[in-house]
T-cell receptor, first 112, second 113 residues
Framework: GEDVEQSLFLSVREGDSSVINCTYT??????LYWYKQEPGAGLQLLTY?????DMKQDQRLTVLLNKKDKHLSLRIADTQTGDSAIYFC????????????FGKGTRLHILP | EADIYQTPRYLVIGTGKKITLECSQT?????MYWYQQDPGMELHLIHY???????EKGDLSSESTVSRIRTEHFPLTLESARPSHTSQYLC????????????FGQGTRLTVV
C-alpha cells in the first residue's frame, strides 16, 4: 500500500539551510507535494514537483526528487524564524480514489 | 487565500453530547475531505466525498458521520461525543484532476470532557 515516511524533528540555526527528507512507496505517483502547517492553522501548499523532474527551485525553496530511490527532499535556504512549522510530504497516487497520502510531518525548530 | 471555512475553531463539550463540525468552501470543488490530526501531528483521513450525495469512509475508522447535500458544505457529526474524540479536525477540498492543490480550513480543535 501507499506510505510516506519522514523524520519527525529537525533543529536548524537561523540563517542556515534546512533539509527535510521524505521517502514514498508508490513509484507511479505523478505529483509529490510539500505542505506547511503553522501553529493553530490548517495546511498550506508550499510547492510540488512533477515526477519527470529532478529538481524544482522557487526562491528559498529547492525540491529534489530521486525517483529511483523514491526520495524527496525540501531545502529551505537562509532559514528564518517564520519557517518554524510542521512540514508534510504528500503524494496523490494516479490510480485509485484521489486520496492525498500524507507523511507524519517534520517539525522544524529554529535555533537563535 | 483559500476560501474554505471551518466552524467552530474551538469547542469544549461534555461527554454524550451531539456535535456537528461545519466545513464550507466557495470554490466549487467537488472533492472534500475530513482529517483527524493527532497531537503528535499525524493526519488520518476519516471521510471523503467526490461530490453531492457521495460520502466514503477514510483509512481511519471513525464514529463520526458526514453528509454532502450541497457541493459547498460537508459537515461532520458525532452523535455522542467521548473523550477519545478529543482531537483537531481538518477539512480540505480540491478540484478534479491529478495535480490540484488541496485547500485546508483552519481546523476545529475539539475537547470532550
Amino acid at each position: 500500500g501507499e506510505d510516506v515516511e519522514q523524520s519527525l524533528f529537525l533543529s536548524v540555526r537561523e540563517g542556515d539551510s534546512s533539509v527535510i527528507n521524505c521517502t514514498y512507496t508508490d513509484s507511479s505517483s505523478t505529483y509529490l507535494y510539500w505542505y506547511k502547517q503553522e501553529p493553530g492553522a490548517g495546511l498550506q501548499l508550499l510547492t510540488y514537483i512533477f515526477s519527470n523532474m529532478d529538481m524544482k527551485q522557487d526562491q528559498r525553496l529547492t525540491v529534489l526528487l530521486n525517483k529511483k530511490d523514491k526520495h524527496l527532499s525540501l531545502r529551505i535556504a537562509d532559514t528564518q524564524t517564520g519557517d518554524s512549522a510542521i512540514y508534510f510530504c504528500a503524494e496523490t497516487p494516479p490510480l485509485g480514489d484521489d486520496k492525498i497520502i500524507f507523511g507524519k510531518g517534520t517539525r522544524l525548530h529554529i535555533l537563535p | 487565500e483559500a476560501d474554505i471555512y471551518q466552524t467552530p475553531r474551538y469547542l469544549v463539550i461534555g461527554t454524550g453530547k451531539k456535535i456537528t463540525l461545519e466545513c464550507s468552501q466557495t470554490m466549487g470543488h467537488d472533492k472534500m475531505y475530513w482529517y483527524q490530526q493527532d497531537p503528535g501531528m499525524e493526519l488520518h483521513l476519516i471521510h471523503y466525498s467526490y461530490g453531492v450525495n457521495s460520502t466514503e469512509k477514510g483509512d481511519l475508522s471513525s464514529e463520526s458521520t458526514v453528509s454532502r447535500i450541497r457541493t459547498e458544505h460537508f459537515p461532520l457529526t458525532l452523535e455522542s461525543a467521548r473523550p477519545s474524540h478529543t482531537s483537531q479536525y481538518l477539512c480540505a477540498s480540491k478540484d478534479g484532476g491529478m495535480n490540484t492543490e488541496a485547500f485546508f480550513g483552519q481546523g476545529t480543535r475539539l475537547t470532550v470532557v
